[in-house]
């Protein structure tokens, strides 16, 4: 159905139709409740959200805190990309980007002959954490944050040049 046909729709059908309809979707389609917990609910309902999600996001790189043999990046990366779709606000994406940031930097600095996909995530959600810092000015909010990830990241060959040159242009410093 088009967008234009969809509107038709909604102009034709009555207000107590129309809210009928939004309780079905609710019920039976979980994006729907989903997206509705996000916009509508408490800041305690979408923070119990977030401690699961950075939780699984653990749970990627490590079983009862022992690193894994082999990470689970493109799980972490397809939970990230679905967190993100249904976040409210730039704070909560960043605090997801910069926590998978750091768990992943702690694997990294744990087993340094992990594979290059583990360097990439971390570069990736990194890179994605400043720009929406910078996109959004929240250099004072995170400023402490990421320069504790850019001083353990110089343990870690590879990511120590490329880290630290990502907040030096972040934060002019």
Known sequence: MSKSKFLKFVSAVGEEELREELKSLYTKIPEVKLHYLMELGNDEDRKKRYEKA?????????????????????KAKSLIKDIIKHAIFS??????????????????????????ATYNFCM????????????????????????SIAT?????????????????????I
Do not use: W
């Open 91 to 116: 704070h909560e994406k960043v605090d997801i980007y910069l926590h998978a940031t750091e768990i992943s930097l702690m694997y990294l600095l744990r087993r340094p002959s992990a594979t290059q």
């Open 54 to 74: 950075k939780k699984d996001i653990k749970n990627f790189f490590y079983i009862a805190q022992k690193p894994r043999k082999r990470t689970r990046v493109a």
């Open 152 to 172: 353990d990241a110089q343990a870690v060959y590879g990511l120590n040049t490329e880290i630290r040159d990502i907040l030096l242009e972040a934060y002019e």
């Open 124 to 147: 990736f959600t990194f890179q994605k954490a400043i720009h929406l810092i910078l996109e959004m000015a929240l250099q004072t909010d995170f400023e402490d944050r990421c320069k």
